[in-house]
């Protein structure tokens, strides 16, 4: 897959083997930028000894609005090996993390599984949690059943032309959906132990953008016809202007309340009941919190 890539639905075609990189720009390699226990993820992933995230360099996503983009577009990270990334996740599981969170990991998925091979050898035995900006295309996924035990993806949009526009990829809401399927066909709704513990499932992330531009409805819809009403859904309130998307006019403020209200509402009429605990943020506690 990486002679001629093919492991995101973008398809660049090139020899990432021969030091070629398309459009994630990343080579035969793989970079992180930091890793370490998180507590500000899900409560089903935190619990008391937080995720074991690690942040991949890179992406295959071209999101103007990026609140990471230093990692995911400007390249901020260390190139490591197999054995360094094998013992990131065994650092993390001794830590005491529940789970090992990969952070934006399409691109890498074969290095991934390079490097799992080496840490299960040595031990690991925590939940995988793929936690993706949801363009991952099939024949990728397919190589991660009964690998990954929790996968975590965005449902970004569900108009091709904003994803266009605001992600760089032209069939976003289709290779999205095939990919929730496939995701939902593997790991089923999310399971959470009596310690209150993801142990397996899916587990969306829907981030409200201003004037709509998110396509809730119509992912909302989605989620409780063809998934499960079961689908445990973070819909998000914290977006807030960075990046690039002061350049684009209606990307220039935070959501407020009354989208953020409207798309839990839109949820909930569609009988979707598993919604993480919501909260909206005023603009001014989002500039404290960043
Ligand atoms: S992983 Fe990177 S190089 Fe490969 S198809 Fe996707 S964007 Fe292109």
Request: with cysteine.
């Amino acid at each position: 897959m990486l002679e001629a890539c093919c492991v995101c639905p973008r398809r660049c075609g090139v020899n990432r083997l021969a030091s070629e990189s398309g459009k994630c720009h990343i080579t035969n390699e793989v970079m992180v930028s930091s890793y370490g226990p998180h507590f500000g993820e899900e409560a089903p992933l935190v619990g008391r000894y937080g995720s074991g995230t690690i942040f991949f360099t890179y992406c295959n996503l071209r999101c103007v609005f990026c609140q990471n983009y230093s990692i995911s577009q400007l390249g901020e990270g260390v190139v490591v090996s197999r054995e360094g990334l094998a013992s990131m996740m065994l650092d993390l599981q001794a830590k005491g993390c529940h789970n090992i969170n990969l952070v934006s990991p399409t691109h890498v998925v074969p290095h991934i599984l390079d490097a799992l091979e080496l840490a299960v050898a040595k031990g690991l035995r925590l939940p995988l949690v793929y936690n993706s900006g949801g363009y991952d295309s099939l024949e990728t996924l397919k190589l991660l059943d009964g690998i990954v035990d929790i996968y975590m993806p965005d449902m970004k949009y569900s108009d091709d032309k904003i994803a266009e526009q605001l992600s760089g990829v032209k069939d976003y809401f289709e290779a999205n959906r095939a990919a929730v399927k496939e995701m939902h066909h593997q790991v089923g709704d999310l399971e959470i132990d009596e310690h209150g513990i993801a142990q397996s499932g899916l587990l969306i992330r829907h981030l409200v953008l201003p004037y709509g531009l998110a396509g809730t409805r119509e992912i909302v819809c989605f989620l409780a016809q063809e998934i499960s009403i079961n689908t445990y859904l973070n819909i998000m309130a914290q977006y807030h202007p960075c990046y690039k998307a002061f350049d684009i006019p209606k990307l220039s403020r935070p959501v407020n309340q009354q989208e953020f209200s409207e798309a839990i509402e839109l949820a909930q009429k569609q009988g979707l009941n598993r919604l993480d605990k919501y909260q909206f943020m005023s603009p001014l506690r989002l500039i404290l919190k960043y």
